[in-house]
């Protein structure tokens, strides 16, 4: 079957098939040397995301007090999960936990990278291309932060951190 990437946004496809590519992706960088692994998984999540929002968007604009509601949006539409998420006001972070991280479903020994980078990647640059549209004062500037658990790593959970900043045009 062919679906156009309209199309597509609107199945429910699995992320097996993206899950191995990564692991075997990510493994065949590490062996041959690639330091900015990181990076480049965040930059595919990016383009992933400029990509979806031409054929979908969770919302018009984004501030913080519909920032959750937004990212759980992204989790369940995008990724068929449902994550808990933390907003630590005084240091500006969202915290995502996931426990069905669509990316990181197994634990690999041969890699030390995180396939839900490409999440951090793809969630912060939809909000940020959401805001970019709206181009309000009070939309939030979301940017990745880090992976602190994930279940790649061998943890029960993954956690992915964004930080925040509220204002200005982006």
């Known amino acids: 079957m062919n679906f156009s990437r309209k199309e597509l946004v ?51 604009s984004v501030n913080i007090s519909n920032l959750k509601d937004v990212i759980t949006t992204i989790y369940q539409k995008i990724l068929n999960s449902s994550p808990s998420i ?49 181009n309000g004062i009070s939309s939030v500037i979301f940017e990745p932060h880090e992976v602190t658990e994930s279940r790649a790593y061998g943890n029960k959970t993954c956690i992915q951190v964004y930080k925040y900043r509220i204002g200005g045009r982006i």
């Open 86 to 134: 933390e907003l630590n006001d005084a240091e500006n972070l969202v915290k995502v936990r996931d426990h069905n991280c669509a990316l990181c479903k197994y634990h690999y020994d041969d890699i030390e990278i995180a396939g839900c980078e490409i999440i951090l990647g793809m969630v912060s640059e939809i909000i940020s291309l959401i805001n970019k549209e709206s």
């Open 10 to 60: 609107k199945t429910d496809a699995t992320m097996n098939q993206m899950r191995n590519s990564i692991h075997i992706l990510a493994s065949f960088m590490e062996k041959n040397g690639v330091s900015d692994l990181k990076e480049r998984l965040r930059r595919m999540g990016q383009n992933i995301a400029k990509t979806y929002i031409r054929y979908w968007k969770p919302t018009d």
